[in-house]
């Protein structure tokens, strides 16, 4: 089955310990990206990645890192979790930039 | 900063009954796509129009886009209890997606 998955669903953790969000997706798409959703705010954009070994910045990447090494897996990685970072975050992925995203069920975060 | 922008903010409205909800966006675009989202879960792709198409329809679903006035509209017509989720509009920026805040509907029984 086509899908995006994203693990854990559910973390809560505490001020300052690393973690790390995990993507992957099997439909060899080139294009990955990791938005945050926050009540009012709709989703805005943390990272994005045209292709393997390739990410920029989307509008809020201030406190978060991504790689692409493989095609498939899209990991972010919140290096000093804050409490601001508390949010739900999802990974979503498409053919490439422009096609219909395939969304992954979300991580919902809390940072204490 | 978002690059699309629905209205209104929430609907409410009666089994049966259409439901209207617009985006407007600021630049140039490539394609105009909405989605759907129930509560919580991740979003599913809806509609996908081209700046240079007018209409599309899918199912209960049409989409206008006007491109001179930067606008979209989606219709869902003789809505169901099911359709109550939020619908997002999302343009494409050069290199990424954006979305808007959302219109949060409700389809009463």
């Known amino acids: 089955e086509a899908q995006v998955t994203q693990n854990p669903r559910y973390l809560i953790t505490v001020t300052g310990k690393k973690l790390t969000v995990t993507c992957s997706q099997n439909m060899n798409h080139e294009y990955m990206s990791w938005y945050r959703q926050d009540p009012g705010l709709g989703l805005r954009q943390i990272y994005y990645?045209?292709?393997?070994?390739?990410?920029d910045k989307g509008d809020v990447p201030e406190g978060y890192k991504v790689s692409r090494k493989e095609k498939r897996n899209f990991p972010l990685i919140l290096e000093s979790p804050s409490p601001n970072q508390t949010s739900l975050y999802f990974c979503?992925?498409?053919?490439?930039?422009?096609?219909?995203?395939?969304f992954g069920n979300g991580t919902r975060l809390t940072v204490t | 900063s978002q690059q699309g922008e629905e209205d209104p903010q929430a609907l409410s409205i009666q089994e049966g009954e259409n439901a209207t909800m617009n985006c407007s966006y600021k630049t140039s675009i490539n394609n105009l796509q909405w989605y759907r989202q129930n509560s919580g879960r991740g979003l599913v792709h809806l509609i996908l129009i081209r700046s240079n198409e007018r209409e599309k329809h899918s199912g209960r679903l049409r989409v206008t886009l006007d491109t001179s006035k930067k606008s979209s509209s989606l219709l869902i017509t003789a809505s169901r209890a099911a359709d109550t989720a939020s619908y997002f509009c999302?343009?494409?920026?050069?290199?990424?997606?954006?979305f808007g805040a959302g219109t949060r509907l409700t389809v009463k029984p």
């Open positions: 999302a343009t494409q920026d050069p290199g990424d997606m954006r």
């Open positions: 979503a992925s498409s053919l490439e930039i422009g096609d219909r995203l395939h």
């Open positions: 990645s045209m292709n393997v070994e390739v990410t």
